[in-house]
């Protein structure tokens, strides 16, 4: 079992900055992924970025690329959601969510249903 615990959100004005963290207790980040999604009132669930545990690599929605940044402390078990330039459009329920299940043919894990945890949310707003 992994334990996710989100934090960090709040409100702020159009371009400013906001970080969040996914703290993970339990097993940890042991598997394969770990992704950032978000969900505003009325909408599914939709993808933000992730980071692959194996190498590094992440990838973002496009609409984000250049404003936010994903990184991690190993050591602090926690993974990081830099928000810069934020814009009313970005507000929504922020989650984390650790993927420890291999999903066959997939290099990035993209779509919520590849992952198996997932924290409580935090909420973030940007006023205009």
């Known amino acids: 079992q992994v334990q996710l615990v989100e934090s960090g959100g709040g409100l702020v004005q159009a371009g400013g900055s906001l970080r969040l963290s996914c703290a993970a207790s339990g097993r940890t980040f042991s598997g394969y992924a770990t992704g950032w999604f978000r969900q505003a009132p009325g909408t599914e669930r939709a993808f933000v970025g992730t980071?692959?545990?194996?190498?590094?690599?992440?990838v973002y929605l496009n609409s984000v690329k250049g404003r936010f940044t994903i990184s991690r402390d190993n050591a602090k078990n926690t993974v990081y959601l830099q928000m810069n330039s934020l814009k009313p459009e970005d507000t929504a329920v922020y989650y984390c969510a650790a993927a420890t299940r291999l999903i066959s043919g997939r290099y990035y894990y993209t779509q919520s249903d590849m992952y198996n945890f997932w924290g409580q949310g935090t909420q973030v707003t940007v006023s205009s």
């Open positions: 980071i692959r545990w194996s190498g590094g690599d992440i």
